[in-house]
């Protein structure tokens, strides 16, 4: 198959008129891809990415054909997708202060010009979700959006049903996530365009790879937040003293087992059937 697109860590084949999104075992910690991959980290994001595009598809239609119709070597971490002219923004909905958000609010007070009452900390919830996309730069690090900006690239039509899409989605995902103890903090939309010009939801949806998600058992504002899947592996390299550039380090094999049982039990939280 034709290799179309290939990130960090997932691939995309050509299939005839079809895409092939393929999920690997490969980590990625402070930006950089681990050399030791995680057994069944792909099957885990690519099954709770089908489970979840079955939960919204009454908020919003999706790429997925099949989750089972993939050549047999991807067998349970390959996604068969319609292929979908992709709108060039990364839609992120914010319910939490983390990473971007947490500096903005710091700076100014505000997140993509939403005012933010005074006092929050690093972790807080916000009153409300809110809608910050940036741009897909091809290399290097995505920009800030204001609404003008999408709506001058996609036409304003689709920028506000971008941003209610995008927001329904976080909060749909939200409250599923948290009557079963999980805080979904952040997320990153992808979507595409049919010809008739409707939208679709794409990529990956609500994975640990695009979400923050903390347990929120020991959610505690105030503090960095233990993330559910790779905290393990970020406490131990920086343990061992590895300044965060490339090459990554090797990962022993007890921080491998540990962190592939948190991917297992994030799963396994989310999907159990209520
Ligand atoms: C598409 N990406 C990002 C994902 C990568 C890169 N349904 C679609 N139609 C057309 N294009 C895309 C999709 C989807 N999803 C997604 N780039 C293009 C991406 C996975 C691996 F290397």
Redesign the pocket.
Known sequence: MEL????KV???YADGDD?I??ASDRVSVYDVVLPTPIPGKGTVLTQLSLWWFGQLSDVIPN?VISGTDVPPQWAGRAMR??????VPVECIARGYLAGLGLESYNETGTISGVPLPPGLLEGSRLPDPVFTPTTKAAAGHDEPMTRADVAALVGAPVAAELERVTLEVYRRGAALAASRGVIIADTKL?F?LLDDGSL?L???VLTPDSSRFWLASQWQPGRPQRSLDKQFVRDWSTGIGWDRRPPGPVIPSDIVAATQARYDELYSRLTASA
Do not use: I, W
Not at 4 to 7: A, I
Not at 81 to 86: A, G, S, T
């Open positions: 179309v697109h290939s990130g997932r691939a995309l895409l999104l393929v790429h997708c319609r292929r979908l002219q992709m992808e595409g679709m794409a990529d990956e």
